[in-house]
Structures are given as C-alpha cells and as structure tokens.
C-alpha cells in the first residue's frame, strides 16, 4: 500500500500544477488594486492640487510598440513549444527577452527626454503632475524586472530544451505575468495621456 | 558517524521548529509571535492609562518600563504621543491582523478542507518570516533617536511626512514605513495561499457550501487583504517618497519655524483617501476571522445546527463588499462636499444590515441548545456581546451629522475597542481555548479560563463604555493630559475609573498566559475530538504529522453542523448529538444548509 505523504515527490507535482496559475492571477490582483490605488491617487490630486500640462514624450510611443510586440512574440513562442517546434520557440522567446529589453531602454530614454523639457522628480522646481509621471512609470518598471529575471530563467530553460508539449508551466506563468504587464503599460499610457 | 548524526538532529530541529513548511508549525510561530506583542501593546496601554488617570504623578512603573523616556518616572509629553501610536499599530496589524488570521487560517484551512497543506509551503513560511522581520524592525524603532513613530497609527501627512515635523518623525517614522512595507508583503503571500488553497485543494465532497463558517471567514478576509493592502502600499510609498526624495504628493504650502517648505500643489487629504480605503476594511480583516471562529464554536457548544447557514455566508460577504464603499466615514470633517457625506453615511449604515443577521444568528443558535459553558463558549457569547454594544455606536459615528460633533473624541475612541478591538481579541481568544487541543495535543484549565473570561469582560467593558461619555462630553482623544482644562475637570474620575480596570484588566492576562504555557507543557492529554465536533480537523489524529492525515484524506458526505439530529422517531441519528462530515448521508436523510 502506498500512501500519500508530503514527501512524495509526485503529489508535491500535482499540488504545484494545481495551485501555481490561480496564485499567479490573484497575485496579479493585488498588483491590479496597488496601481489601481495610485493611479486614482492621480485623478484625486487633479482635483485639489496644481495641475501642470505636460508634452508626452515621444519615446513612451515606442515603448509601447515594443511591449505589444513582445506580447505577440511571446504568444508564438509558447505556441510553438506547445506544438513541439522547440527551435522556433526558442528563437521567438529570445525575441521577447531583447524586445523588453529595448522597453527598458525606451523608459529610459523617456524619462531623460521629460528632465529635459524640465519635468523633475523631486525639488522646489518638482509638481505632483510630473512626479506621478516618474512615480507610475517606474513602478511599473519595477514589476516589469520581476518579468524580466522570469523572462531570463525560461529562456535558459528553453535554451537546455526543458519545455515540451507535456512540461510547459514555466512558460505559461511567464507569458501570464507577461502579457499582464503589456495590458498595464497600455492602462498606464493610456492614463498618462489622459492626465497630461 | 555520531557528528553526522547530531548534524542531522540540529538540521531536523531548525526545518522542524525555525523555517517549516508545515501549516501546523507556522500557525503556531504566527499565534506566538502575535501574542508577544499583543503583550507589549497592552503594556504599553496601561502606562499611557496611568498618566491619563493620575496626569502627572511619578510611577515606578513608568520608570521601570520606560526609563529615559519618562523622568523622574513621569511620561514624556511627546513618548505619549509615540506610545499610543505603537500601541495602535501594534495591536491592529501585529496582533488582531498577522496574529489573527496568521494563526486560524494556518491551522484550520488545511485541516478543515481536508488538505495535506497550503497551496505553497514556502510562501507560507516566507509569509511568517515577512512577519517576523517586520516585528523586529519595528520593536527596534522603539529605541532610534526622537523615539518611535507619534503621528498616530493612522499616519496622516505632514506629521508623518516632514521628519522635522515632531521628534517620532524622524528615524521612528522612517522604520515604521519600511516595517509596514515588509508587514504588507507578509499579508500578501499568506492572503495568496489561504484563498487558492481553500479554491483548489477541497477534498472530495467538500463543497463550497459545506464549508464551515470558519473557513468562509477565512476566505472573505484573505480577499479583503489582496485588494486592500495594496493600496495601503501605495499610499506608503508616495509618503515614502514625499519624505525622503522631497516630492509632493501629500504637502502643500508648508511653515515651519518661519521657514516656507519647497513642497508645492499636494494634498494630505490625499493620503487619508488612500489611507482609510484600506484602514476600513482593515477593520472587517480584523473581525470576519473573529466571527467565523464564533460562528463554529457558538454551534459546536450550542450542540445545534449553525443557524441560517447560507444568511451567514451572505452576510460575510455583503460585509466585505460594503466595506471598501464606506471610507469616506472617516473623512466627514476634511470639508468633505455634504452631499458625497450623505453617500457614505448611506453605505455605511447599510452595514448594519448583515451585521444584525449574523447577531441575530448566533442567538437563534444559542436559543434553546444545550449550552456547555467552556471558556471559548463564554468569549463567543462575549463577542457576541461586544459586537452589538460596539455596533450601535457605529450607527451614530456613521451619520455625518451625528459623527461631526464628536469626531476625535473619546466616543470614538470607545466604539472602535469595543467593537473591533474587544471583538477580534475575544474572538481569538475563544479560538486558543477551543483548538489549543489541537495545537498542543493538551487541554487547557477550564477554572482559570473562567476566572480569565469574567475578570477579562468586567474590565473591558469598564474601560471602554465610559468612554462614550468622555466622548459625548467633548473630551479630545490623543492628548496628553486632560487636566489642564477647566471644562473637562469633573471627568478626571471617570479617567481614574477606567484606568483601575485598564490595571485590573492587564493582570488578568497573565492568568491566560501562566495557563497557555503551563497547559502546553503539563496540561492533560488531548482526546482526538474533545469537544465532539463534526469539522474534518478532528478527524485528524492528535500527533501532528505533515500531511495531516496518516492514511488517504476523508471524504466529506454532510455539512459540518449535524448536531442533535433527530430521525422520525425522534431518537439522535447515528446514536450520538453530533455527526461528522466523513459519515455518508442515510438513505432517506438530506444534507444540511441547503
């Protein structure tokens, strides 16, 4: 008679593949009520404090157009591992990785092109509007690095051929969190045009 | 070969005892941990209670606990001010939240759902350790230079914001953000497990409406604390922010000493908007476990069938959502538009709605039962109590027209103890007394829970109702001495009052603590179903194992609140007052809570 223990290497597997998608999306609930609190922090502040104009910087497009790529890239790329085409699927997810790469970079550039139209952080010359720009932005940036770090483990995975039809968790979490942060990036762009 | 042997003890010992994955083991570092600074919080209470009621006069025990902060043994106007700031943090979030649901939760979703245990075992343990880690950070900001954080546990900008501001400002204030930082990610990670373990990993048969009233609880508050306690961060990070970057989310148009401020075009109202949309549910995370553990127990001790099953469900529910549209309560006099007041006054008052069906509930369940008076059964009754004595005053803090002219006073102060403060306390301590057996393996002394329970509710209500007249007679709370205005004059021995059953009160906790300690130790052995309850955990066999259940998990056939059931011949089915889930329906019998 075998009986089901802890230990058991097989029923820690199933609990794992049970439990891991439905921890994800209520984790990403919480991320959901974390913006969701600063971003009408944002409309509240509109309302009582001064409010600036502020010129969209361009590079924020782009970022945009990156993000939305990586998405699609990475909706391939789980397919092919899915259908069992590994070097396709290998290929496209390394897009994903460089793609939100080059959305770091564009952040970057956005950001260096609002200090220049004089848009600050923080100072005697900083106001909430622009503050919100740096503060919104770069949180999501910071949730973004936790995608990337994944983004990263399922690309050396993928690399050593982990993933297969049967064996595809890894990625599928990855995507999840993934595609999330696309679908908040297209919120917050959206907002920020919206507040500017 | 022997060292490899100790090495082996030594590492058995520290996944045992220090990090375990094991439900079991977590819930009671959680339940200990919690207590401890229950403890220190309620120290803390009575030192500022002896300068409320003797304003001024030396006391070797505020010399003896505080030492620099209190010279010549009298409080320090401004320790004070850190001291009920400590105290209220540490009682809401350390103890009433993280050691509340920390405990309960950990213990019983897995042993009642019939699970081998959490969804993660290791973001479970991590979820403890967050917790630990904040408690020490923010036991160490007790002793940073200017003191621990005073701006109150509501932290409301620009006390908290400016670290010029009062001495806690500094330092303390700084240690407290980043405590509650690692306190939230805490109440995340647990959140996250209670709610996908009590989704996915039910046993066979246990379906959502077989589900003890615990664990629905249980539920509700885990997905309270997901919504809410992000924006609680949120709000902590922009302070963060306007504190130590010099941004102005929260400041305005600032003098101190005479110097303007470089802040411009923030609003500190901002930060109580994000602050209470949080802080009311918070109140509910506080309070639903306190209720399910009633719930169960009320039943249990009842030997009845929980009363209006479904009604209760509901109402948890309808409680849980009211509770994030109602927290502009808070907000009547920030010059809030009168008719936006109107609005929250609408909601707010429709939480009494639910709140009576569950009151009504538990009475309807006591009504005619066959009541066994156990310590958990007489601090049920006692919540029960406290519950509504709290929740009628909530009726009038809840009207803006009413709530206007006693906000900030001691009326408030009165009502939130009574109803959440005693309420949750209680509630917890009906749950130690009633699962220490399964915790411990050991019963714990009924005589010194009685004298703990009658000591504990005389006092209680000693200290807190008369505070609603200081309250209705104008008196401010959080000030330092009331003495030095005339008007309050006559209310210094209503102040002296409480603070004798504050005293009393305080001592009557040992008498819980010398009876947790010795019952763990020397207690009598546990039966495996002590109290004949019907819920899985029982099923479960006194020695802890990992995993819960030596064999397959039982099955689950019936609701858990089968108790006295008669057949058509009036004779109890199955030959005793209770029958528990893993007992197949008869062939003519239905299942309950339908």
């Known amino acids: 008679m075998t009986s089901i223990t802890l230990e058991n290497n097989d029923y820690k597997k199933e609990i794992k593949q049970k439990t891991a998608k439905p921890l994800l999306w209520i984790g990403l609930m919480s991320i959901v009520m974390f913006f969701a609190g600063l971003t009408s922090a944002v409309i509240v502040s509109k309302g009582t404090a001064v409010w600036e104009t502020i010129q969209i910087p361009s590079a924020f497009a782009i970022s945009t157009v990156f993000i939305l790529l990586s998405s699609l890239t990475f909706y391939i790329g789980e397919r092919s591992l899915k259908n069992n085409q590994l070097t396709k699927g290998k290929l496209f997810i390394l897009a994903t990785l460089l793609l939100g790469l080059l959305f770091t970079v564009t952040q970057y550039i956005a950001w260096t092109d609002l200090y220049k139209n004089g848009v600050v952080w923080a100072g005697s010359e900083s106001s909430a509007t622009g503050s919100y720009f740096y503060a919104l932005t770069a949180l999501h940036l910071l949730h973004l690095l936790g995608g990337l770090i994944s983004l990263l483990v399922v690309n050396i995975k993928s690399i050593k051929e982990k993933y297969n039809t049967e064996n595809l968790l890894g990625v599928q979490l990855s995507s999840t969190y993934w595609h999330f942060l696309t679908a908040l990036w297209v919120y917050l762009y959206l907002f920020l045009i919206f507040i500017a | ?594």
Request: glycine residues 10%; aromatic residues 16%; contains cysteine.
């Open chain 2, 1 to 594: 070969m022997s060292a490899t042997h100790h090495h082996h003890e030594e590492q058995d010992f520290l996944f045992k005892y220090i990090f375990s994955q094991d439900h079991k083991m977590i819930s009671k570092q959680f339940l200990i941990t919690g207590f401890l600074m229950g403890f220190i919080g309620m120290v803390m209470s009575t030192l500022f209670r002896l300068q409320l009621g003797f304003p001024g006069e030396s006391f070797w025990a505020i010399d003896f606990f505080l030492g620099s902060w209190a010279e010549n043994g009298v409080m320090a106007p401004d320790k004070y001010l850190a001291l009920v700031t400590m105290h209220g943090t540490i009682m809401v979030f350390f103890l009433l939240t993280a050691g509340l649901s920390g405990t309960f939760s950990n213990l019983l979703i897995p042993l009642q759902i019939g699970a081998r245990d959490m969804a993660s075992g290791f973001l479970n343990m991590l979820s403890y350790w967050f917790f630990f880690v904040s408690t020490i950070i923010m036991l160490i900001s007790l002793g940073v230079e200017g003191g621990a954080a005073s701006a109150g546990w509501t932290i409301y900008p620009p006390l908290s914001a400016l670290p010029q501001a009062i001495p806690g400002s500094g330092l303390g204030m700084t240690l407290w953000l980043i405590s509650m930082a690692i306190f939230i990610a805490s109440s995340l990670l647990g959140s996250l497990n209670y709610i996908v373990t009590i989704l996915n990993l039910r046993t066979k048969g246990m379906t959502m409406t077989r589900l003890p009233l615990t664990i629905w609880a249980f539920l509700v508050t885990a997905i309270l604390g997901v919504l809410s306690f992000p924006v609680l961060l949120s709000a902590a990070l922009l302070l963060i922010f306007d504190r130590s970057f010099g941004t102005s989310f929260y400041l305005s148009d600032i003098y101190i000493g005479g110097q303007v401020l470089e802040h411009s075009g923030g609003s500190p109202i901002l930060f109580e908007h994000l602050f209470w949309f949080l802080g009311h549910p918070e109140v509910y995370i506080v309070l639903l476990p306190a209720l399910g553990i009633t719930s169960e127990i009320v039943s249990t001790m009842s030997r009845k069938p929980i009363f209006g099953y479904r009604a209760m469900v509901t109402s948890i529910l309808a409680i849980a959502f009211l509770s994030v549209i109602v927290w502009g309560h808070h907000m009547f006099v920030t010059g809030m538009n009168p008719f936006l007041g109107a609005v929250f006054t609408f909601t707010t008052l429709l939480i009494a709605i639910p709140s009576a069906v569950k009151v009504f509930n538990y009475i309807t369940t006591l009504w005619k039962g066959n009541i066994i008076f156990s310590p958990a059964m007489l601090f049920s009754i006692g919540l029960v109590s406290t519950f509504i004595s709290g929740g009628v005053t909530g009726l009038i803090l809840g009207d803006s027209a009413l709530d206007i002219n006693i906000h900030d006073t001691y009326f408030v102060v009165g009502h939130f103890h009574i109803v959440m403060g005693l309420s949750a306390i209680f509630g917890m301590f009906a749950g130690v007394y009633h699962w220490f057996p399964k915790m411990f393996g050991r019963m714990m002394n009924n005589t010194i829970g009685f004298f703990h329970f009658w000591i504990t509710i005389v006092c209680a209500y000693g200290v807190f109702f008369p505070m609603h007249f200081l309250g209705l007679a104008g008196v401010p709370r959080r000030y330092y001495t009331n003495s030095e205005f005339p008007l309050f004059d006559n209310m210094l021995d209503i102040n002296e009052l409480i603070t004798w059953f504050a005293i009393v009160a305080a001592f009557a906790q040992l008498l819980f603590v010398f009876n947790f300690f010795y019952s763990a130790l020397r207690g009598p052995r546990a039966s495996q179903n002590p109290w004949r309850a019907n819920s899985l955990e029982w099923t479960a066999p006194v020695e802890h194992i990992h995993g819960n259940w030596p064999g397959e998990i039982p099955e689950v056939h019936r609701w858990a609140y089968d108790y006295s059931k008669v057949d058509e011949n009036g004779d109890y089915v199955n030959g005793e007052d209770f029958i528990s889930q893993v007992v197949p329906l008869g062939p003519n019998e239905k299942d309950g809570g339908h």
